[in-house]
């Protein structure tokens, strides 16, 4: 099985927090739902980053559904491929409308405006968010922001999602919400959180980031989340 | 700042504001903003207070029909006119000719009293006329608007921004006003004072900054390449032709009351 997204020997420096992946190892394969713990600061968001182009590694390779990515004008094609989900939601619902910020994606991928438009209805409607098609993006609540952000990112039909944090600052129910819709997705994801009960939920695998070196973790897998991998 | 100087962005960001259906709404947003534009041309140029008192009386009217809140209107207009106010006493002081009265040592002008008059009329019939045409609009659709009237799309983009972020960043700052507050800060007149102001207004900037490299980033994530579509359709209806045929009579005729 050939890996989604590979890293080999990334490498990445701030001038002043120094060193923050020292030569990681990586590989993302099909179906898999990877947890990505680390202390605040260890450089998760920045790994993550890196992945779709949006900072340039010092050092190392980046291979992305099947190809080496090493300059801008490759990692549009991989933003378009590996949905990210920005840890604040504010980052990302930029437009107007709820409708408007959903059919971004399509539209830039080249969809025509009847195409996008039906893509984001179909996208909300699945995540059970149809009616706020009109809200304005910014009078939602948090939960509805990350579930449109959600969205967004589904709109685009994504292979692979990048998922920043997302059940930070979310009440239970939103929350369990998010989880539930999460887990029915076929897609890869790599997730970062602190949310040590969200990931048992979800993870298939566990890394952390400490010292600037990926380790791989044991998870401590609930008998529900057995059964139901094996089935997926 | 005092409640009725409040910005009146502050009511736009809502949108939601209680605002019934008029007539003006009707009327297709494109032709509202240039009926103001050439409303605002015509008064501006005029001198004669026939004009201007038309000109004052259509505003008023059409503020009417546009069924524009008493109180806020009033608030929005009575901020404007603070802008104008020094600038209103001071001329009649400042501008040479027939002497009207005298008031401490100072002669006050006919000239500058009338001339005085007319920037104050001049100035509250455009607002008013922009409060009623284009302020019942929301700043989306005023941004939609200017788009398709072909302002360059900087222009549109910054607007929409502005409309999208203003209360993002109005949060982050009464957030940080809020923890400052909660570490007993009051404002005073001292040094301590000025430089906590200023420390968070810097803070301010630099998480504004901050956060628009993160939008950049996150459109470019979704595949943003410098193009903007617009999801809106306008198309001029059964009012603009009337609105339209209306306006251009009306205008011509003020303009030509100039030269009676």
């Not at chain 1, 980052?91 to 830039?108: H, K, M, R, S, W």
């Not at chain 2, 605002?19 to 947003?29: N, Y």
């Not at chain 2, 009265?101 to 008013?128: P, T």
Request: a positive charge; aromatic letters at 8%; charged letters at 25%.
């Amino acid at each position: 099985m050939t890996a989604l997204i590979e890293t080999r020997g990334l490498f990445y420096r701030y001038p002043r927090r120094g060193v923050v992946l020292d030569k990681v190892d990586f590989a993302l394969y099909p179906g898999e739902r990877v947890a990505l713990t680390g202390a605040n600061g260890a450089g998760k968001t920045t790994f993550l980053h890196l992945l779709v182009g949006l900072k340039k590694a010092k050092g190392g390779e980046i291979h992305a559904f099947g190809e080496l990515r090493s300059e801008e004008k490759h990692f549009v094609e991989v933003r378009a491929r590996a949905g990210f989900l920005f840890q604040d939601p504010d980052d990302q619902l930029f437009c107007p409308t709820v409708l408007e910020d959903v059919a971004f994606g399509p539209l830039n991928l080249g969809k025509s405006r009847d195409e996008a438009l039906q893509i984001a209805r179909e996208t909300l409607a699945s995540l059970g968010m149809d009616g706020f098609e009109e809200r304005v993006t910014h009078q939602l609540s948090g939960g509805e922001k990350r579930m449109i952000t959600l969205a967004c990112v589904l709109a685009m039909n994504p292979d692979v999602l990048l998922l920043d944090e997302p059940s930070t600052a979310l009440d239970t129910e939103a929350r369990r919400r998010l989880l539930n819709t999460l887990k029915s997705l076929p897609h890869a994801m790599i997730i970062i959180s602190h949310d040590d009960e969200f990931l048992t939920e979800l993870e298939t695998r566990r890394v952390r980031l400490s010292d600037a070196k990926l380790v791989e973790e044991p998870i401590q897998q609930t008998v529900a989340v057995v059964s139901e991998t094996e089935a997926a | 700042m005092p409640q009725f100087l409040e910005h009146s962005g502050t009511s736009w960001k809502g949108q939601r504001l209680k605002h019934t259906q008029s007539l003006i709404d009707s009327v297709d947003p494109r032709v509202r903003v240039v009926a103001a534009f050439f409303f605002a041309l015509v008064v501006v140029s005029s001198a004669q207070f026939s004009v201007l008192l038309i000109g004052l009386g259509t505003a008023l009217v059409m503020a009417r029909l546009a069924h524009l809140n008493f109180k806020r209107t009033l608030r929005r207009v009575i901020a404007m006119d603070m802008f104008m106010i020094f600038l209103v006493i001071m001329l009649p002081f400042t501008t040479p000719g027939e002497a009207l009265f005298e008031l401490g040592g100072f002669l006050a002008s006919k000239e500058g009293l009338l001339h005085a008059c007319q920037i104050a009329l001049k100035a509250n019939a455009v607002v008013l006329c922009l409060l009623a045409l284009v302020g019942t609009m929301s700043a989306t659709t005023l941004g939609y608007a200017m788009a398709r009237l072909r302002v360059p799309d900087k222009l549109v983009h910054l607007l929409l921004f502005t409309v999208r972020y203003l209360d993002v960043i109005g949060q982050e700052y009464k957030r940080m006003r809020r923890a400052m507050q909660a570490r007993a800060f009051v404002l005073r007149t001292d040094r301590h004072t000025w430089r906590s102001i200023g420390y968070l207004v810097g803070m301010l900037l630099v998480r504004s900054l901050e956060r628009s490299e993160r939008i950049a980033d996150a459109m470019k994530c979704r595949g943003y390449n410098g193009r903007f579509y617009l999801m809106d359709e306008m198309a001029l209806g059964h009012p603009d032709f009337v609105f339209i045929p209306l306006c251009a009579l009306f205008l011509g005729a003020l303009t030509g009351l100039n030269f009676i």
